[in-house]
């Protein structure tokens, strides 16, 4: 099932690059959402849109920029990589319409594990 | 702010046996609570949710406990087997139609 995917799968860049994160999605879903995954914190939400016009900061937005290109596409941007910025990234979308089984079910890709050396 | 605590962070459970996950939220706007799987490599999917209208669901082996007075949740894994070996996320939001706080995750293992 590709209905949410990302690229690339693996990045290993150094400090100081910028690096683009890709997520692109064939759900029809409005909301999209950026969160990073570390052992023992969980997963943190970065940013989310609820439309094409809408980008909101998350929890840890700090060091990361977005951009909603289309209600199919979004995407993370690191503008100066840090080595604590290493980590696995998920993209997710929802449809509180209620196409999933639950009316907010989030529909999360398969990650991007991103190492800053 | 960790307005979901999650624990224990790992777990091993001998296969049938029933492994719990608790977990507890602050915010007592909160009206929807999910718990999503993950496998090694995957992205999280939704495994079962609950309103704080009902204080337990079942959904084949799995089933949430909900407590509103103490403002915890718990999932319960029935005849647990090797395959439901994988990190599990409790998760919290508010009218059910806003964005997800995620606890901390479990790392379960069973073992045959």
């Known amino acids: 099932d590709a209905d949410v995917t990302q690229t690339p799968r693996n990045r290993i860049t150094k400090t100081g690059k910028r690096i683009m994160l890709e997520c692109s999605q064939t759900?029809?879903?409005?909301?999209m959402y950026w969160y990073r995954q570390d052992p023992g914190l969980g997963l943190r939400l970065i940013y989310y849109s609820f439309d094409v016009k809408d980008i909101n900061k998350g929890e840890i937005s700090d060091g990361y920029s977005v951009s909603r290109q289309a209600q199919a596409k979004f995407s993370l941007s690191l503008e100066s990589a840090i080595p604590n910025q290493t980590a696995l990234y998920f993209c997710?979308?929802?449809?509180?319409?209620?196409?999933?089984?639950?009316?907010?079910?989030?529909?999360f890709g398969p990650g991007t594990r991103l190492t800053v050396l | 702010q960790q307005q979901v605590k999650q624990s224990p962070q790992s777990l091993i459970v001998q296969k049938g046996g029933i492994p719990i996950i608790n977990c507890a939220y602050e915010?007592?706007?909160?009206?929807?609570f999910p718990w999503y799987q993950q496998f090694p490599g995957k992205g999280p999917a939704l495994l079962i949710a609950?309103?704080?209208?009902?204080s337990e669901k079942k959904e084949g082996r799995f089933t949430i406990s909900f407590n509103k007075s103490a403002k915890q949740f718990s999932l319960h894994i029935m005849d647990s087997q090797p395959g439901d070996s994988a990190t599990y996320f409790c998760?919290?939001?508010?009218?059910?139609?806003?964005?997800?706080?995620f606890g901390t995750g479990t790392r379960l293992t069973i073992i045959p």
């Open positions: 609950i309103r704080p209208d009902v």
């Open positions: 998760a919290a939001s508010k009218d059910g139609n806003e964005k997800l706080t």
């Open positions: 997710a979308t929802s449809d509180p319409g209620g196409s999933g089984r639950n009316y907010n079910e989030q529909f």
């Open positions: 759900k029809g879903h409005d909301r």
């Open positions: 915010n007592t706007a909160f009206d929807y």
